[in-house]
């Protein structure tokens, strides 16, 4: 169908009621609306036409194909905005003939055409992008990897574009002027300020792989403290372990100090580290009697006589007067039982013996001397953490008294009613 069979068609109306004694500009008028139901009409039925189609195409062709990139693709809605372009063609080609009588109305519709094109074009890259993330997330590669962050960018990049597009369509201003333009530019910054900082965070967050999503982190200033479940281009979303959400802006993952559990994960095992404080009073050298009393206890057996057997050839060669228990080399309760501690935990099934384990001694404080158990656990899910670590305290506490040991606590209401 060429141009003048186009042209006769829309202008036969209006040559039909001047023919009929009706004024030319009513007529032009007239059929110039009738025109304009009769295209808006067609070219609707024409895009719900086309839409079905390639829809349809689309999940037939999809359902066929081994990848689930196509899937994603129908997903995004990238069919529905494709089949909007035939019916937006269908217009364009139309127009000099809808209102050839009307240039104003003419040139307002070119320039609500091209601003709609612009929109269309944003979301069909849009809806590839969603794509593209939304596939590499099913990749082992990429599930951790802040994707929606760098989609967050191309889009803010995309639809900066398209304004710039909008108004050099709706002014004639030119673009090149726009962008050269240092106003433009001081404002585009002050606007964007967050924005840049956050693409800034990503960038570094992602090369230094700084935090994934699915790590445990602590941030104790904005009282985070769950897994990571979304990282974005201005914010980091964790769902803290009593299932409330924190937010965080991404620029304070490098900006400020926050504590990644993913080490301890990737680790053997899982630190515990607890002190108890024993009464300084009740650290003392221990008599022949209460060594041999000792030696019931069979994790240290072996300990005491081995230690004992030195001590005395110590003494022996030394000429120790051992009419007082200071005098020469001895052994106190505290010693023994740090050994206990030790060796207790070098039996626990649950402690990983390949990773560091020590009992030690603390600097003596005003509540006694702290006794620290440092070792790792084997399990290092949580709740069995949890457990592991308090059997271990209360065997320890336990055992304190078994060595003529007191721990120290503050006196209580109680304590001063006694008195």
Known sequence: MNNETISFFFNWLDEYFVDKGMNEALALGLSTLINCVIVVLLVTLFDVITRKVIVKAFRIFSDKTKTSFDNFLVESNFPRYVAHIIPLGLIWFLEPFMFNG???????????????IVVLSVLVFRSVLMTTMNYLNTKEKFGDKPLKSYVQILMIFAWGIGIFFFINIMTGYS??????????????????????????????????????????????????????????????RVQNFDKTYTTIPTYSLIS???????GMKESNGRRIKRAIYIKTSSVKFLSEKEIEEFKNIELVKNYIQHRQKDIEEANSANNADKSLLINGRNQTNLGIFRKYLDAYLHNHP???KEMFLMVRYLAPTEKGIPVEIYCFS?????????????????????????F??????LPTGKDFSHL
């Open 378 to 402: 084997k399990d290092k899910r949580w709740e069995n953490y949890e457990h592991i670590q308090s059997e271990i305290l209360d065997h320890t506490i336990a055992a304190v008294s078994y």
């Open 102 to 116: 009307y240039p104003l109305i003419s040139k307002v519709l070119i320039i609500l055409i091209d601003l709609y």
């Open 175 to 236: 673009i090149a002027g726009l962008t050269t333009s240092g106003a433009a530019l001081a404002a585009l910054l002050l606007i964007f300020r967050d924005t840049i900082l956050g693409f800034v965070a990503s960038i570094q967050v992602s090369v230094n792989d700084i935090v994934r999503i699915g790590d445990w982190i602590t941030f104790s200033k904005y009282g985070a403290d769950g897994d990571v479940i979304e990282i974005n281009l201005a914010t980091v």
């Open 256 to 262: 400020d100090s926050f504590q990644n559990w993913r």
């Open 404 to 409: 003529d040991l007191e721990l120290f606590e």
């Open 350 to 352: 649950a402690i990983h």
